[in-house]
């Protein structure tokens, strides 16, 4: 699954066999390490970046549950926030809206999940890997856009109401914005890995 | 300025000076050729490269143009929107929230610009090349999130007040929300250059 295509490891196994001492280093070979500080040569640059793209692997599947949890919650917590007289969530367009893309992140960060959990047991990948990449960035940057939208747009309504009634539909819409805040920090950070991924085409 | 570290083009000018020739190649070059589809190897590849940077160049300053012209917009017609009676922006916690946005968007793309200006005439850096990266990416991402967030929340209390009486004020407050969007759109397109910039570290 990982391929190793550092260009300085590239470098080094390319040269004669006689040369192969990644310990000893020449001159020149230290200004170029000092320059691209972080990836590293040899042996010991080729396990950090292994256990750097290991962890990333991990966290990432872990942001596409927690974000799969928070959409989920944000999603059932409006639809079930019905308690008669004005506190319906279907008369107010703030909570549709976030009602909507509740469901439009569970359904995204559901397929995500599904997916790459599968690619993770057969080993097999449903896209090619540049798509897939291209696909992971732009969905999880636009899911994000979107939850902040819609809980941005929910936050004032409720506080206005709150200061006329505190009552357990105010609770339950609070709840939800509350829920979409942190779905869309989650697709946050999820975006900014997928982009790594992207533009390094490291194949995590 | 634009530094080549391209893998491939080091391994063309590593290998002996018999051996240099761009338009033939090996099998196994082929291959990996094939791998890394869109960067290229040799003169060609190398031109391809900087005709790339330069258009990213061009278009990151003309994004930065754009951005201070938007959030500057949003924020002078917000301020100016005063009508008296009820037709006050400061009356509403959204429109105080847009504004607040408008000038702290105008402030930062004014600096990042005056910076970028700066550094295309004389030559010289303020920060080093990673830190401005940095910088750069999570200033435009986190910036992009603030205008849409603050837009959002503006648009509900408009349509409610369209509603009931279409006049200047609100005619005002919805084109401060329109240049709001259009300066989130700028800093949003904004930010992936700079994650691409941060990524590949390639100094453009």
Not at 84 to 106: C, H, N, P, S, V
Not at 184 to 200: I, N, P
Request: net charge positive; charged share 15%.
């Amino acid at each position: 699954m990982t391929n190793i295509e550092d260009p300085g490891s590239n470098k080094h196994f390319g040269s004669p066999p006689a040369t192969v001492t990644p310990a000893k280093s020449t001159p020149a070979e230290t200004g170029v390490r000092n320059q691209t500080a972080g990836t590293g040569f040899g042996v010991p640059g080729i396990l950090r970046r292994w256990r750097r793209e290991d962890l990333i692997k991990r966290g990432y599947l872990g942001l596409r549950g927690l974000s799969l949890l928070f959409s989920l919650l944000s999603f059932i917590i409006m639809a079930s926030n019905k308690h008669g007289d004005w506190r319906q969530f279907d008369k107010y367009e703030e909570y549709r809206y976030l009602l909507a893309i509740g469901i439009l992140g569970t359904i995204y960060t559901g397929l995500q999940a599904w997916r790459q959990v599968q690619e993770l047991y057969t080993g097999k990948n449903l896209f090619r890997h540049q798509t897939s990449a291209l696909v992971d960035f732009f969905g999880d940057q636009i899911m994000a856009y979107l939850f902040i939208s819609a809980a941005s747009s929910a936050v004032p309504l409720t506080n206005r109401m709150r200061e006329g009634a505190d009552n357990i539909f105010t609770d339950s819409s609070a709840a939800s914005i509350s829920m979409g805040f942190l779905a869309f920090l989650c697709l946050a950070l999820s975006a900014m890995v997928s982009g790594y991924k992207l533009s390094t085409q490291s194949y995590v």
